[in-house]
Nanobody
Framework: VQLQASGGGLVQAGGSLRLSCAASGSIFSGMALAWYRQPPGKQRELVARIPSGGSAIYSDSVKGRFTISRDNAKNTVYLQMINLKPEDTAVYYC????????WGQGTLVTVSS
């Protein structure tokens, strides 16, 4: 399984971005999917995750502003981000799990104040 993340960029505070992560392979619908982020100089942290069936969960810092969703027909997981803040600046990574764990390459989100 290979994951390809995209959609990062530079945005002003209060703006929006949508990240996408496209996966290869035929097991996507059975995979648990997640977005993580790693701010400069800090550890990687969970942002949101969505199981193969069931509800998504979010970190407290993004709850109400970020939405994770999946399109199994397109083998893609999304992260819609609104009302972005400078503290959301980070490299964002997608992760997929199905017995094994797979990581995308990361996409940089920079939020200017």
């Amino acid at each position: 399984v290979q994951l390809q993340a995209s959609g990062g960029g530079l945005v002003q505070a209060g703006g929006s971005l949508r990240l996408s992560c496209a996966a290869s392979g035929s097991i996507f619908s059975g995979m648990a999917l997640a977005w993580y982020r790693q701010p400069p100089g800090k550890q990687r942290e969970l942002v949101a995750r969505i199981p193969s069936g069931g509800s998504a969960i979010y970190s407290d810092s993004v709850k109400g502003r970020f939405t994770i969703s999946r399109d199994n027909a397109k083998n893609t997981v999304y992260l819609q981000m609104i009302n972005l803040k400078p503290e959301d600046t980070a490299v964002y990574y997608c992760k997929a799990t199905y017995f094994k764990t797979y990581w995308g390459q990361g996409t940089l989100v920079t939020v200017s104040s």
